[in-house]
């Protein structure tokens, strides 16, 4: 079993910045892929991005290419989301997922999530 604990989400400006951060407890936390995902209201939880245990491959959804970026830090059990040029449609509870690879992560949402964090980005 994995526990995951987010933290970092509130409310920014359009165009404002926030740092997720996701600490994880039970098995060893390099063992697994970890990564985000979000759901806002009236929406199905979808993918935002991945990275594996080891941090040489990373996946990203199609509309935070180049505004979000996730690392990892395996000394700290801890996965970061680094979340830049936020727009009102970036809003939503942001879960921090774990996996034995990136594409459970990304296909079927991981096998362990946190509690989730709320986003909000005004317009």
């Known amino acids: 079993q994995v526990h995951l604990v987010e933290s970092g989400g509130g409310l920014v400006q359009a165009g404002g910045s926030l740092r997720l951060s996701c600490t994880a407890s039970?098995?060893?936390?390099?063992?697994?892929?970890m990564g985000w995902l979000r759901q806002a209201p009236g929406k199905e939880r979808e993918f935002v991005a991945a990275?594996?245990?080891?941090?040489?491959?990373?996946y990203y959804a199609d509309s935070v290419k180049g505004r979000f970026t996730i690392s990892r830090d395996n000394a700290k059990n801890t996965v970061y989301l680094q979340m830049d040029s936020l727009k009102p449609e970036d809003t939503a509870v942001y879960y921090c997922a774990a996996a034995d690879r990136t594409s459970t992560i990304r296909i079927s949402g991981g096998a362990y999530w946190g509690q989730g964090t709320q986003v909000t980005v005004s317009s």
């Open positions: 990275r594996s245990w080891n941090g040489v491959s990373t």
């Open positions: 039970g098995r060893t936390f390099s063992n697994y892929a």
